[in-house]
């Protein structure tokens, strides 16, 4: 079992930048790749972002592709989205999630066995 604490969300202007963490706790951390995904209201829940365990690998969106980056620290069971240049767009529930899935695919939901409560991001305009 793999318990998820997300934080850093809030509100901002378009433009400005947040950062989001996702503090893990229980089985072994660096054993998943993490994932982070949005929800707006009314939107179905879709990818933002994925790192394998190592850290080596990543993937984007490209609706964030060169605006959002992921990394993760394995000694503070921590994984990190710093979002840059937000824009309204961006304004969602924002989760994180843990896959143990050796390879992926990251990109889907239904690979993640594991999800935090959500962090509220508002961009506004």
């Known amino acids: 079992q793999v318990q998820l604490i997300e934080s850093g969300g809030g509100l901002v202007q378009a433009g400005g930048s947040l950062r989001l963490s996702c503090a893990a706790s229980g089985r072994a951390f660096n054993n998943y790749a993490m994932g982070w995904f949005r929800q707006a209201p009314g939107k179905e829940r879709e990818f933002v972002s994925a790192?394998?365990?190592?850290?080596?690998?990543?993937l984007y969106a490209e609706s964030v592709k060169g605006r959002f980056t992921i990394s993760r620290d394995n000694a503070k069971n921590t994984v990190y989205l710093q979002m840059n240049s937000l824009k309204p767009e961006d304004t969602a529930v924002y989760y994180c999630?843990?896959?143990?899935?050796?390879?992926?695919?990251?990109?889907?939901?239904?690979?993640?066995?594991?999800w935090g409560q959500g962090t509220q991001v508002t961009v506004s305009s």
């Open positions: 999630a843990a896959s143990p899935k050796y390879g992926g695919p990251y990109g889907y939901a239904s690979n993640y066995d594991y």
């Open positions: 790192i394998t365990w190592s850290g080596a690998n990543t």
